[in-house]
């Protein structure tokens, strides 16, 4: 009786990396620089092994694929990963449904490091990423070890300390943040916007380079604690009468779900939703166990920001619309169907 | 019945816990042997899951120590301890809709590896402690689909799971009918003669325990009132002191253990009262 249930497990992960498989051909062969079938892919695949020895000049259609395209695919496949997986994480770290990537102050701390960054100027590069990147990623950081410091004073990683020192350590973020703005001219503001809203255009193989250590690690260590988050997910008391040492845990998946979603940040600044709807939307296909749930909101959140980033870019003619902005619109259409959905049912998600 | 002589498995002495200014515990000395049923009765408030967090070390003493097989509480990690030591707690708070057995397969997660799966043994555990807790049949069924009495069984069959040496138990009668109520006290009865394990269970009804503990311990205001056999707790002026209730105790007629009929007969002697009245009128007398 278990192992076909197994074997459908299996199957369902199978299909959700054929489909992200898919999704990622058709995002490569699609953009507003032309649309490039599979053979032309082929083809310039084939030039670019060959043309291995420096020198020799790709044509314009291997340029597009493989330094605008090729590296944004990778890029949304992570970042779709990173905050796929940070939400699940989040979810079960803090007892709480509607938890998300970045609960913990991640997106507050990221807009006022690149908000600073950008004070300084946001062209600078700093080791081939953009400043305000690199200063996103800190501040990210930095407000999720505030958090931390905060809640560790006032009495252990209680779930609901947690999310109050959460609360206010983002509030004085944002406080700062809004202040920095309004004494900023437009023109440094701008991009400080335009990347707050998300957005995965002009980055190349540095960023996709920067990211991955961040995505392998973060999945390997979800992936080991499967068993913790299941307990997790029935209680603090309940999980500590299983066995899991949940001070120690906490701090673990806590530092593995902020690595995750301060470098999604830090490449493609804050992209809203997704950490909160694919857990929820694999959970229907999966079930709750966490062992199937990871590898399943992993795949799901590639697919879901592959095909928001090319509605994103394809939308508009000519011009592209933050990936953020899209996510949002996806996030809103989801909770009302979950809404309609559960009204009159038991109401757990 | 235990002996006497042989070692607690947990032994609790001179418990105190408080709740901010508040004692919820105060100079309590408790001790669960092998074989034994232990019953932990008393009004609301009394302290009983306080006392059960106590035992289990995760709530923060004031004073006093837990010891666990001879050695302290707090050497013990949380995984070793989850093998020694099964709690079924009070409340269940289930995030999301795990099915009942993976549920139940919880109980075994403290025994595998860090990146190990269930082994067979563990399966054959996890079916045996759903067998014994009767919900074989519900093993697919999702916890959102499950009664209250159906969930609070998948949680007794996830610490029996467990095959751990203690098995504390915060009212899991709680959704229970009475049939329900008396299987699950006879499989508490007979697990703790059968594999020798050292049960204590928090319960709400003076009945039941005292047809089926070895000993019981009567709680009041965080401290124990009365402590052994049923018939020499279970009298009519402890539960009077304690309960403020008015009772006559009988012997069973076929157990000869206490029973305990509830009598509102002073109620009634105050026309157009409710019981409140009726309780402030029999504490003036």
Known sequence: MRAPARGRKAGMLALLLAILLASGLISLSTGQGGIYGPLDILQTLRQWAGSATPGESLTESATILFYL??????????????????????????????????????????????????????????????????????????????????????????????????????????????????????????????????????????????????????????????????????????????????????????????????????????????????????????????????????????????????????????????????????????????????SGDSGKI | MADPAQDPILEGAGLEVWYGPHPALQAVNISLRRGELLCVVGPNGSGKSTLVKALTGILPLKRGTVQLLGAPLAGYSRTKLSRLLAVVPQTTAMLFSFTARQIVEMGRYPFTGLWETLRPEDRQRVDEAMELAGVAGLASRRADCLSGGELQRVILARALAQRSQALLLDEPMLHLDPGR????????????????????????????????????????????????????????????????????????PQTGRPLILLSGSRFHDVPDAGPGAGITERRTV
């Open chain 1, 69 to 342: 395209r090729l590296p944004r695919v990778l890029l949304a496949v992570l970042i779709g990963a990173n905050l796929a997986l940070a939400g699940a994480l989040m979810q079960s770290l803090f007892n709480n449904p509607l938890a998300e990537p970045y609960i913990v102050g991640a997106s507050s701390g990221a807009s006022l490091g690149a908000v600073l960054a950008a004070a300084l100027g946001a062209q600078t590069m700093v080791y081939g990423l953009n400043i305000m990147a690199v200063a996103a990623f800190l501040g990210a950081l930095a407000a999720t070890f505030l958090v931390l410091a905060v809640a560790r004073r006032t009495g252990g990683l209680a779930s609901n300390t947690l999310l109050l020192a959460g609360v206010a350590v983002g509030g004085l973020m944002q406080a700062l943040t809004s202040l920095l703005i309004l004494h900023s001219s437009p023109n440094q503001t701008l991009p400080v916007l335009s990347w707050l809203m998300g957005n995965l255009a002009y980055r190349d193989w540095n960023y996709v380079l920067m990211l991955l250590p961040y995505t392998l690690l973060g999945a390997v260590i979800a992936q080991g604690s499967w068993k913790m988050l299941n307990r997790l997910a029935c209680g603090e008391e309940a999980a500590l009468y299983l066995g899991v040492p949940v001070v120690r845990a906490k701090a673990i998946l806590l530092l593995a779900a902020s690595l995750l979603a301060a470098s999604a940040v830090a490449a493609g600044g804050i992209i809203g939703f997704v950490g909160l709807m694919v857990p929820h939307w694999m959970r229907r296909f999966t079930g709750a166990d966490y062992a199937v749930l990871l590898p399943a909101c992993l795949l799901g959140g590639s697919i879901l920001l592959l095909w928001s980033d090319l509605a994103a870019r394809m939308m508009l003619p000519g011009r592209e619309i933050p990936i953020g902005l899209v996510t949002g619109v996806l996030g809103c259409l989801f909770f009302l169907y979950l809404l309609k959905e559960k």
């Open chain 2, 181 to 252: 109520q008396i299987q699950i006290f006879e499989l508490l009865s007979s697990l703790a003669s059968s594999e020798n394990l050292g049960i204590l269970c928090v319960s709400h009804d003076l009945n039941l325990a005292a047809h089926y503990a070895h000993r019981i311990v009567l709680l009041s205001r965080g401290s124990i009132y009365a402590e052994g056999r049923p018939e020499v707790v279970l009298v009519e002026s402890s539960l009077y002191r304690v309960y403020r209730l008015e009772t006559r105790i009988i012997p069973h």
